[in-house]
C-alpha cells in the first residue's frame, strides 16, 4: 500500500513543477538553518556531563557585598577545600584548581609559551573522568614537581617518542617537572580545559591560611544524594568561624558589626552541571556560555524552519481547487478519507526526505565557509555519532507531519458532490489562513531583520567609541618583568632610541586585564566602611602614554619625592564614594596591625575611562607608583607611530633579546585586544545576518510561489480589467496591494514583540546605544522592497500580457 502511495506521490511532485520546487528549496534552507543552529548548540553544550561523578561534584564559590560593591565570583581562598573535607562529612575528596597563563616551558631546543597550564590536587583525576592514555589517575599528581600533559602536547615536544618519565622546564629559573600522566585532549565544550597540569604541592600558595584571600578554584565531591543545600548549611557557620578573625584583624571591628554596615561575605556552591551555562558568576577558569544565546539561536532555527513549512501549507492549499477535481474523482471511485490523508502525507514525506538530501549536500558546502565566519569548528558526522542519521531521519518525519498534516486533511475533506458540481471555492476566495500565515512569515522575518540591526549598531558603538585613552597604535609587551626589576628604564631609555617609538611605560595593569581589587578604609570616615578599588601600580610615564586627562591636582612628578605614595583615582571613585574635597582625602590601606597601616594621598582626579568592556561600568580605580624592588611587572606598554609598524617592532624585539637572552618576545596591540571582549556579540552578528537574509530568502520564495498562483487564478480578471482600458501601472498595484497590507500588518504584530527582546538584549550592555525608531522604520523597508523586488517579475509579466491571451486562458 505504502509503496503505491510513494508511486503516486512521486508523479504528483512532478506534476507540480515549479511549486514543488519551491517548497523542496524552501525546507532545504530551513533544514539546512536547523541542522547549523543543532551543531552549535551541540558545540556550546558542556562535556561536564560525562564526567563518571557529574552529579556528585560542586564548585564552590564566594558571593557577598563589600565595600558597596557586590560581587560572585567563582575565585575561592586556599584552605577552604582541606578544611571542608576535614569538617564535612558529605564530603569525600575535593581539589584546588588554578589557571596560570604565559608559562614558559623548555625541552631541549624546544620552547613553548603555555597558555593552558593548571596546579591542582593529587584527588583532581579521582573527581573528573578525563582519561588518561598512560599513568594511574590515582597517582599522577602525588609527587612532588609531577606533570600531566594532554596527548597533542606530548607530541609537541616529544614527536613520537614515549614521553612518560621524561622532564619539561617549567618557568624562567628552569624547574624540572616530571611527567607522570598522558590524557587524551580535552574538548572545547568543557568547562576547564588544560594542556598541562602540575601538582598544586609545589605551589608557592599550597599551604597558605587566610580566608579572605580568593585566587585559585575549589571542586567538592560528595556523596551520592547530597544536596546543594544541604552543603551550605553545612559550609556557612565554617566560613563565619574562619572569617570572623580575618575581619577583626585587617578592619578591627567584628564580622556582625562589618555585616550591620551593609557589608557580607558567604561560601556558595554550584553543580558541576551548572556551571557551563551560568554566567552569574564571574572568574570562571574559562568563560560561561550565556544561556540567553542558546535560546535566541534555537528561537531562529524553529523560526525559519516554521517560515518553510508555512509555504508549504500555504502553496498546498491554494492550489486546493487544481488538486479538488483529483480529490472528488477519488472518492467517489471509493477511496477513503484516510487513504487520501495518507496520499497527501506521502507527497509531504517525500518532499521533506528530498529537501534533506539537498540540505546536506548545501551544508557540505557551506559549513566550512560558516565555520570561518563565526570562528568555531562545527562539523556532522554522520556514522562517527550514532545519534546523526535516526536524528536527522526524526526531524524529517517531524517536518513532513508539520508541514502536511494541515494541507492532507484539508484536501482530503473536500465532498464528492461539491467538487463535481463545481460548487468548491477556489483557493484564492478562501484565504483569510494563507493571508494569517503570510502576517506570520514576514512577522518573523521583520524580527530577525530587527534584532540584526540593533545588534549591528551596537557593535559597531562599542567597537568606535571612545574609551577615554589611546588604544589605537598601542603595542603591549607581555611577561615585561623578565627583563628585570633594576633594568625597567635602561629598557625604555634604549625603546626611546627608536625612531618609530612615541613613549613607553611599565605598569602591572592595562585596559582590557584588571587583575588586582583592594579594599581600604577612608580617613575621616567610620572603619567599619570599607571601599573598593581597582589598584594598578604604573611608572610616571603610564598618563602620558595612554593619553589619560587630569580633571584636578595633577598626575605624579619625579620632582616630588613624596609622590611615590600618592594615589590618582578617577571620576567614579569620586562619585561612587561622595568624597567632597578629593585633594584633601587620604585613603588607608589596612595592615596586620594599626601602626602597619599605609596613608595614601589623592594627589589628582583622572577623567574616567574604560578599564574594561563597555558590558560593565567603570569602577572606581587607584593609579600609584610602583615601587622599585617589585620584581612583578607584567607589562609594558609602548605607543609607537602608525607608519612602519612592523620595522619598529622589529626594533623592539632585538632590544628585548639584548636584555632577556633567549625569552620568548610576546606582545598583543591594545585595540585588537580589546575587540575581542566582543567576540559573542561579533559572533552573534554573523549568525543574525546569515538567517536574517537565509529567513526573507524562504518567506519570498513562498511569496514567490503564492503571487504566481494568484495572477494564474486572476489570469482572465486581468485580461478583462486591461480590455476596459486599465493600465499596466493599475494592474501591477491591484495584485501589490494585497502583499503591501500583509507586510504592515505583520510590521505591527513584530515591532512590540522585537521591541522588548532587543530592549532585554541591550540592558546586558553598560553602556549601550539608544534604540530609537530608525532600526523599526528600516526592517519594515527593507522587508516590503525585498517581497515587492520578489513579485515584481509575476506582476509586470501579467500587468504587459496580451489581454486576448489572458481571455483565451481556461
Not at 596613608?599 to 563597555?614: A, C, E, T
Not at 530609537?772 to 522604520?777: K, V
Amino acid at each position: 500500500m505504502f509503496q503505491n502511495f510513494f508511486k503516486v506521490a512521486i508523479r504528483n511532485i512532478i506534476r507540480q513543477k515549479t511549486y514543488a520546487l519551491i517548497n523542496i528549496f524552501g525546507l532545504a534552507i530551513g533544514i539546512v538553518c536547523s541542522i547549523l543552529i543543532v551543531l552549535f548548540i551541540l558545540h556550546e553544550s558542556s562535556f561536564d556531563a560525562f564526567h563518571e561523578k557529574s552529579d556528585q561534584i560542586y564548585q564552590v564559590w564566594v558571593t557577598g557585598r563589600f565595600a558597596d560593591a557586590e560581587f560572585n565570583s567563582a575565585n575561592t581562598a586556599v584552605p577552604s577545600g582541606p578544611i571542608f573535607l576535614d569538617e564535612i562529612p558529605e564530603v569525600v575528596n575535593f581539589t584546588r584548581v588554578e589557571r596560570w597563563n604565559n608559562i614558559l616551558v623548555r625541552h631541549g631546543e624546544k620552547t613553548f609559551m603555555e597558555d593552558h597550564f593548571y596546579w591542582a590536587d593529587s584527588g583532581f583525576f579521582e573527581i573528573f573522568s578525563f582519561p588518561l592514555i598512560q599513568g594511574d589517575p590515582s597517582k599522577a599528581l602525588t609527587e612532588p614537581r609531577s606533570m600531566v600533559i594532554s596527548e597533542s602536547t606530548a607530541r609537541r615536544y616529544f614527536g613520537e617518542e614515549d614521553a612518560m618519565g621524561k622532564t619539561l622546564e617549567v618557568f624562567s629559573d628552569s624547574v624540572d617537572y616530571t611527567i607522570t600522566g598522558i590524557m587524551k585532549d580535552i574538548p572545547e565544550n568543557s568547562h576547564m580545559y588544560f594542556d598541562m597540569m602540575v601538582d598544586f604541592q609545589s605551589n608557592h600558595r599550597a599551604n597558605a591560611t587566610q580566608w579572605t584571600s580568593n585566587n585559585l578554584h575549589t571542586y567538592l565531591l560528595t556523596g551520592a544524594g547530597v544536596t546543594t543545600e544541604v552543603l551550605i548549611d553545612k559550609i556557612t557557620p565554617i566560613t563565619r568561624k574562619y572569617v570572623a578573625p580575618e575581619i577583626q584583624q585587617f578592619i578591627g571591628i567584628t564580622l556582625e558589626d562589618w555585616e550591620e554596615v551593609g557589608n557580607s561575605y558567604r561560601i556558595m556552591v554550584q553543580p558541576l552541571l551548572d556551571i557551563h551555562l551560568n554566567n552569574d558568576i564571574d572568574d570562571n577558569l574559562r568563560p560561561s556560555s550565556d544561556k540567553k544565546y542558546l535560546y535566541i539561536f534555537s528561537s531562529i532555527a524553529l523560526f525559519i524552519i516554521l517560515i518553510a513549512c508555512i509555504n508549504f501549507m500555504n502553496l498546498s492549499t491554494a492550489r486546493s481547487a487544481g488538486r479538488a477535481r483529483e480529490v472528488g474523482l477519488r472518492k467517489v471511485v471509493g477511496s477513503t478519507k484516510a487513504s487520501l490523508v495518507w496520499q497527501f502525507l506521502a507527497e509531504s514525506f517525500l518532499m521533506v526526505v528530498i529537501a534533506l538530501v539537498m540540505a546536506i549536500l548545501i551544508l557540505e558546502i557551506v559549513l566550512p565557509a560558516f565555520n570561518k565566519q563565526v570562528q568555531l569548528n562545527l562539523s556532522l558526522d554522520y556514522f562517527g555519532d550514532w545519534y546523526i542519521i535516526p536524528g536527522l531521519l526524526l526531524f524529517a518525519i517531524l517536518i513532513g507531519l508539520l508541514a502536511g498534516s494541515y494541507p492532507a486533511f484539508f484536501l482530503g475533506s473536500f465532498k464528492p458532490v461539491a467538487v463535481l458540481s463545481g460548487k468548491l471555492e477556489r483557493g484564492t476566495k478562501s484565504g483569510l489562513l494563507r493571508r494569517i500565515l503570510v502576517i506570520i512569515q514576514f512577522s518573523i522575518s521583520i524580527f530577525i531583520i530587527l534584532g540584526t540591526l540593533v545588534i549591528n549598531r551596537q557593535l559597531k558603538y562599542m567597537i568606535n567609541k571612545d574609551l577615554g585613552f589611546h588604544k589605537e597604535q598601542m603595542v603591549v609587551i607581555q611577561r615585561f618583568g623578565e627583563v628585570g626589576r633594576n633594568r625597567v628604564e635602561t629598557f625604555k631609555q634604549e625603546l626611546a632610541k627608536i625612531p618609530g617609538v612615541l613613549s613607553s611605560a611599565s605598569s602591572t595593569m592595562v585596559p582590557g586585564h584588571t587583575n588586582n581589587y583592594n579594599g581600604f578604609m577612608m580617613e575621616g570616615r567610620s572603619f567599619d566602611q570599607t571601599f573598593l578599588l581597582e589598584v594598578n601600580y604604573i611608572d610616571y610615564d603610564f598618563p602620558e602614554t595612554y593619553g589619560l586627562e587630569i580633571t584636578g591636582g595633577r598626575f605624579h612628578s619625579l620632582d616630588f619625592a613624596t609622590d611615590s605614595s600618592a594615589i590618582i583615582v578617577n571620576e567614579a571613585t569620586i562619585r561612587n564614594f561622595n568624597i567632597e574635597d578629593p585633594l584633601e582625602c587620604r585613603f588607608i590601606h589596612p595592615g596586620d596591625t594599626p601602626e602597619e597601616r599605609e596613608y595614601l594621598q589623592i594627589l589628582g582626579v583622572m577623567k574616567d575611562f574604560h578599564n574594561q568592556s563597555l558590558h560593565a561600568e567603570i569602577r572606581p580605580h587607584m593609579m600609584r607608583i610602583r615601587p622599585p624592588d617589585w620584581g612583578w611587572i607584567p607589562y609594558l606598554s609602548i605607543r609607537v607611530e602608525p607608519e612602519n609598524i612592523q620595522a619598529t617592532l622589529d626594533q623592539v624585539e632585538n632590544v628585548w633579546d639584548e636584555f632577556t637572552a633567549d625569552q620568548p618576545f610576546q606582545y598583543f596591540f591594545m585595540d585588537e585586544d580589546f575587540e575581542r571582549n566582543y567576540g559573542q556579540e561579533a559572533r552573534t552578528r554573523i549568525i543574525f545576518t546569515i538567517f536574517s537574509i537565509l529567513a526573507i530568502l524562504v518567506a519570498c520564495l513562498g511569496l514567490l510561489g503564492l503571487t504566481a498562483f494568484t495572477t494564474e487564478q486572476r489570469t482572465r480578471e486581468i485580461g478583462i480589467r486591461k480590455a476596459m482600458g486599465a493600465s499596466a501601472e493599475i494592474i501591477v498595484r491591484l495584485i501589490s496591494k494585497e502583499i503591501v497590507i500583509l507586510i504592515g500588518l505583520a510590521t505591527l504584530v513584530s515591532w512590540p514583540v522585537a521591541y522588548f527582546f532587543t530592549r532585554n538584549w541591550l540592558n546586558d550592555f553598560a553602556y549601550r546605544i539608544e534604540l530609537g525608531i530608525m532600526p523599526f522604520l528600516l526592517s519594515f523597508v527593507f522587508a516590503l522592497l525585498i517581497s515587492l523586488l520578489t513579485i515584481s517579475v509575476q506582476t509586470v509579466s501579467a500587468a504587459l500580457r496580451n489581454p486576448a491571451d489572458s481571455l483565451r486562458y481556461e
